[in-house]
């Protein structure tokens, strides 16, 4: 059964404080293991998707990396507006898209 | 991507009773994803639905407690019938991207069971 499992559940960051979120995953036969942002009240953000180990992809003050057994997104120098939930996914093939998430890791950066 | 609506936004229903959320996307898709948010959790899959043919359910979860309609390539209904305050929970339906295997998702329907 496809697992992912998000590290920490809770981040309080200083403005300007870089760190970098983990999420762990066991699935037979990767297709995709994809990065989300949710803030209150709304659906998730697609933010990343990554297909193989050694891959990386950046947004602004976000970078996602990718090795066989876990990923990381890194967040270089965050700001307030970074304050999120950051939900990861992982997508198995041959099971028709489903994805599977993790419990998220809930972000909050203060001034 | 996608813009994905959904309605209700919010509700508050009785337990025993069921209700329908609707999911309207801008595009034509051919595959949807009802997905589950309870407090505290992750997303879980419920069902995904495809334009002509029946509902495929999850583990967990069947079709007469959640019925699902898609009636053309950018619409779906999800009905949580018989409620009890255990699916007290958000309903997110989703569409995959264009470009790759990403989903893009709507705003939610929190509902509350009492």
């Known amino acids: 059964e496809d697992q992912v499992t998000q590290s920490p559940e809770a981040l309080r960051l200083q403005e300007g404080e870089s760190s970098s979120l983990n999420c762990s995953y066991t699935v037979s036969g990767l297709r995709g293991l994809f990065w989300y942002r949710q803030d209150p009240g709304k659906g998730p953000e697609f933010l990343f998707t990554?297909?193989?180990a050694g891959e990386e992809k950046e947004k602004e003050r976000l970078k996602a990396t990718l090795t066989k057994k876990e990923s990381f997104l890194h967040i270089t120098a965050p700001k307030p507006e970074d304050s999120a939930t950051y939900l990861c996914?992982?997508?198995?093939?041959?099971?028709?898209?489903?994805?599977?998430f993790g419990t998220g890791t809930r972000l909050q950066v203060t001034l | 991507s996608a813009v994905i609506s959904q309605k209700p936004s919010r509700d508050i229903c009785q337990r025993g009773t069921s209700l329908t959320i609707q999911c309207q996307v801008d595009?034509?898709?051919?595959?949807m994803f009802w997905y589950r948010q309870q407090p505290g959790q992750s997303l879980t899959l419920i069902a995904t639905a495809n334009q002509g043919s029946e509902a495929t359910y999850e583990s967990g979860f069947v079709i007469d407690k959640f019925p699902i309609s898609r009636p053309n390539l950018t619409f779906s209904t999800l009905t949580v019938s018989n409620m009890s305050p255990e699916d007290s929970s958000i309903y997110l339906c989703?569409?995959?991207?264009?470009?790759?295997?990403?989903?893009?998702f709507g705003p939610g329907t929190r509902l509350t069971v009492t």
């Open positions: 595009s034509q898709v051919t595959m």
């Open positions: 996914a992982v997508q198995a093939g041959g099971t028709a898209s489903k994805l599977t």
């Open positions: 989703s569409v995959e991207g264009t470009g790759g295997h990403e989903q893009y």
């Open positions: 990554l297909y193989s």
